[in-house]
């Protein structure tokens, strides 16, 4: 099974940019559904970003436009370049991973995922 370890969260004040990343253990271009999830305390899960085996990527509408998803093949890293921050952004950012295509109405949903690293705090101060 695939291991997932994010990295990259951090403190911002409202207006600014990080960008998440998540080494896998194993090569996952054209293999495996990416995503990037969030929780903040008290509400659920909330999926974030996608990216298909073939490359294909979905957005949360809370953060299209201003949030890119990608992944380096080389390095079996995934990425979430977050810009244009909001105190709403602040939650746990968690990767998560599946073996396959996923239909396009499941791909934000947490449900369909198997594969989950430890998470990353992002907090945005206003």
């Known amino acids: 099974q695939v291991h997932l370890v994010e990295s990259g969260g951090g403190s911002v004040q409202s207006g600014g940019s990080l960008r998440l990343s998540c080494a896998a253990s194993?090569?996952?271009?054209?293999?495996?559904?990416m995503a990037w999830f969030r929780q903040a305390p008290g509400k659920e899960r909330e999926g974030v970003a996608t990216?298909?085996?073939?490359?294909?990527?979905n957005y949360g509408h809370s953060v299209e436009d201003r949030f890119i998803i990608s992944r380096d093949t080389a390095k079996n890293t995934l990425y979430l370049q977050m810009s244009s921050l909001e105190p709403a952004d602040t939650a746990m950012y968690y990767c998560?991973?599946?073996?396959?295509?996923?239909?396009?109405?499941?791909?934000?949903?947490?449900?369909?995922?198997?594969?989950w690293g430890q998470g990353t705090q992002v907090t945005v101060s206003s």
């Open positions: 990216i298909t085996p073939a490359g294909t990527v």
């Open positions: 194993e090569y996952i271009d054209g293999i495996y559904s």
């Open positions: 998560a991973a599946r073996k396959g295509s996923i239909a396009w109405s499941a791909r934000l949903m947490s449900t369909v995922y198997d594969y």
